[in-house]
């Protein structure tokens, strides 16, 4: 493929017109295909199905010597937590078992914040003047909402293939008003990078001004590989801990992609001193979680081991669907200047970077042909992304033959794009 910016502009206008008419007929076709968000296809959720029909009798309800369908046991069953102790390489006792989504707990976390204020606080951070809260970006669009809904200033971070950019954040956090900072550390949401052991060591190690800083450790996609064997990931509680700073990390995962997005098991892991402040608030709001859930969870994914090998059988359903989006990328977009993209061997997105100036065209393209992505810019804080470039694909839900015209669709869209800003100057 011969780059754009080698073309002329009769060259240009030429491609214009086959793009065109590319894209009409794709128009034609009504499609109705969506690529919005990570969901498990039908055929990963039936992997998971005998989940459903675990308890033969009321006997099965009970474990340790409590009876799950009753009240009681806020922080969640021992087992639960011991599950996910092993999974994240805590200790059980900093582990509080939720409900089915980690988002609750991570609202919930950051509704304390402001309402009663977190262990470390001198006040509620509703009685403060003004809250910063670091974004790495692109990143996960529900946790700078989360963070918005509350009043908090978003500071933008640009992330690097390593993570965050480190040298700006160790500069940032000097200011007081600056509360904590959102991280989704392995097969981060949408570029798929993980951090480096510098990065995290340095996270681990940070001097922030604001006594009460919170680091948002969403570790969503921590056995998530689909291209890959299991790869091991340093526990940040411990890290933390070695450098002083106990109380400063707030650790959230979920089974969302394991098992039932809609019908999973959450937990928070944070310091002793955390769990027993925090459980102390929850108390007031929940009697308990649905131990009966976190029950059912414990013994259809029984332990590390079992849960990787079910990991390596989602990955096989996963795998062809992001490959399949590498090649069309690189067949019909690739070599000609106009987009670059990542390709993570984990987790459940892909970022495409669009020529700068088109990405909200990109998507209105692919809207207008029967193609539905994440909006532009939603991957930023306040949904500006300062370049317009920023796309992400989300191919898990869609089999490889949809997946394919999606993929078809969206590649037209990003040539036509390009093109026209291209013939703009």
């Not at 998971?48 to 009876?67: H, M, W, Y």
């Not at 092993?86 to 078992?97: D, N």
Request: glycine share 8%; hydrophobic share 40%.
């Amino acid at each position: 493929m011969i780059p754009y910016s080698e073309l002329t502009p009769v060259e240009l206008e030429k491609q214009m017109e086959a793009e065109r008419e590319r894209f009409e007929a794709y128009k034609k076709a009504g499609l109705k295909l969506n690529m919005a968000r990570g969901k498990p296809s039908t055929e990963q959720l039936d992997l998971v199905s005998d989940i459903l029909t675990i308890f033969a009798s009321p006997e099965d309800c009970f474990v340790d010597g409590v009876d799950a369908r009753n009240y009681g046991e806020l922080s969640g069953l021992q087992c639960a937590k011991n599950y996910w102790a092993e999974l994240l390489g805590c200790q059980a006792e900093e582990i509080f078992v939720g409900g089915n989504a980690s988002l609750t707990l991570m609202y919930d976390t950051i509704s304390k914040a402001y309402t009663h204020g977190l262990l470390r606080s001198e006040k509620p951070w509703c009685k403060l003047d003004k809250v910063k809260f670091l974004c790495p970006a692109p990143g996960y669009d529900r946790h700078f909402l989360v963070t918005e809904s509350f009043g908090a200033e978003l500071i933008t971070v640009p992330m690097l293939p390593t993570g965050p950019d480190m040298d700006l954040v160790e500069e940032l956090v000097k200011d007081p008003a600056v509360k904590g900072m959102w991280c989704v550390p392995k097969y981060s949401n949408p570029d798929g990078y993980t951090y480096s052991d510098e990065t995290i060591g340095r996270i681990a190690h940070l001097k922030p001004a604001a006594p009460d800083f919170a680091l948002m450790w969403d570790n969503a996609y921590c056995v998530h590989e689909f291209d890959s064997a299991f790869q091991p990931f340093a526990d940040i509680l411990t890290l933390c801990r070695e450098a002083g700073n106990p109380d400063m990390v707030y650790e959230f995962a979920s089974t969302s992609k394991m098992t039932l997005p809609g019908a999973g098991m959450s937990c928070l892991a944070a310091s002793k001193e955390n769990i027993a402040y925090l459980t102390k608030l929850i108390g007031v709001q929940i009697i308990s979680y649905d131990k009966m859930n976190q029950l059912r969870h414990v013994r259809f994914l029984q332990d590390k081991a079992h849960t990787l090998k079910l990991m390596a059988r989602h990955g096989e359903i996963l795998r062809p669907k992001f490959q399949t989006v590498y090649e069309k990328l690189q067949k019909e977009v690739g070599g000609l200047g106009i987009a670059r993209w990542t390709e993570p061997k984990g987790g459940y997105f892909v970022s495409l970077y669009a020529m700068p100036g088109t990405a909200k065209r990109v998507w209105a393209l692919c809207k207008e042909a029967g193609v539905i992505l994440t909006g532009a810019g939603a991957t930023y804080p306040y949904g500006v992304d300062p370049e317009d470039s920023n796309l992400r694909i989300a191919p898990s839900f869609p089999p490889v033959h949809e997946l394919e015209q999606a993929m078809d669709v969206l590649c037209c869209a990003v040539r036509l794009a390009a093109l026209e800003k291209l013939l703009e100057k």
